[in-house]
């Protein structure tokens, strides 16, 4: 069943300097761009999903199943993302995915969902034996003023943005670790299709 309450976001604004200019969310895995892959995932859990780019000409393809949006505050990093997302959504929260992660785990983004719906947080953040995963969470619109404070300042981390709100984190089992996997280099590449990916 579909989420009602809780948008998503897809993130794909980046610069991709270190895919040597290529954009990620193009890049063909099996054959599927995994911008499609992250679609074909997300749209089993939720009614609305926004594709937040810099380049909105070139997901017009997409316009048919996702609300196609720029940022509104350009070149400052995911947050300037997270913004746009929290701007652009119908919902009161949106789940935040970033494009280069090919492997989301419907699984894991339900307990997320779950959390959200539940508890009375800013935030909703994965938490591994590694740390934090800032950009596989649920961010509610009562953060705006927040996303705006950082973006007229010089410190645009979604680390800092979270320091100063309300969050609650979820665990992540050894077997939901995949779904973090994210594909910044052509060697992250090399070795996703190494291992049959």
Do not use: W
Request: aromatic share 6%; with cysteine.
């Amino acid at each position: 069943m579909k989420n009602s309450n809780i948008s998503c976001a897809i993130l794909a604004g980046g610069k991709n300097s270190r895919m040597n200019g290529v954009d990620k969310a193009f890049i063909n895995m099996n054959g599927v761009p995994i911008i499609r892959r992250a679609i074909n995932a997300l749209k089993e859990l939720f009614d609305e999903i926004i594709i937040v780019t810099n380049t909105p000409e070139k997901f017009k393809e997409y316009g048919n199943e996702c609300v196609i949006v720029a940022d509104i505050i350009k070149d400052k990093g995911p947050i300037g993302g997270i913004h746009s997302a929290l701007n652009h959504t119908s919902k009161d929260k949106v789940f935040i995915a970033a494009c280069d992660m090919p492997f989301l785990n419907a699984g894991f983004i339900k307990k997320i969902l779950s959390a959200a719906s539940d508890g009375d947080y800013d935030c909703i953040i994965p938490k591994t034996g590694k740390g934090i995963e800032p950009l596989s969470g649920v961010y509610s619109k009562s953060i705006l003023e927040k996303t705006e404070e950082l973006l007229d300042g010089d410190d645009f981390s979604v680390r800092r943005l979270l320091e100063n709100c309300k969050c609650g984190y979820v665990e992540a089992d050894k077997e939901e670790m995949e779904c973090f996997i994210n594909i910044n280099t052509p060697e992250d590449l090399q070795k996703l299709s190494a291992n049959g990916n």
